[in-house]
């Protein structure tokens, strides 16, 4: 059975930084794609970062150029560096990773989300 689980959120002033940290682990698997999400309350759920398999990224435009994805292959995690927060960055964040599986079926997993609070 496999777990995504993130790590990493709190409560930073704005203008801060903060790094989030999701690793999948469990049965036999390799990854597809990993990336970030994120709502905000009343707001629909949205991308925030991805990186694929290959190293390609993807970025929402309201995080281009204060966020940077990255990742660990050896450790099947995945990093949010997250800079210059504003209030507006706010929100649940949730770890999502599509992994191929036995008999080369693909899963979406979702973590169980991860509290970023931006105020001053």
């Known amino acids: 059975q496999v777990q995504v689980v993130e790590s990493g959120g709190g409560l930073v002033q704005p203008g801060g930084s903060l790094r989030l940290s999701c690793a999948a682990s469990?049965?036999?698997?390799?990854?597809?794609?990993m990336g970030w999400y994120r709502q905000a309350p009343g707001k629909e759920r949205e991308l925030v970062a991805r990186?694929?398999?290959?190293?390609?990224?993807n970025y929402a435009d309201s995080g281009k150029g204060r966020f940077t994805i990255s990742r660990d292959n050896t450790k099947n995690t995945v990093y949010l560096q997250m800079n210059s927060l504003k209030p507006e960055d706010t929100a649940v964040y949730y770890c999502?990773?599509?992994?191929?599986?036995?008999?080369?079926?693909?899963?979406?997993?979702w973590g169980q989300g991860t509290q970023v609070t931006v105020s001053s």
């Open positions: 990186i694929t398999s290959g190293g390609s990224t």
């Open positions: 999502y990773a599509n992994l191929r599986e036995v008999f080369g079926i693909s899963r979406d997993y």
């Open positions: 469990g049965s036999r698997f390799s990854i597809n794609v």
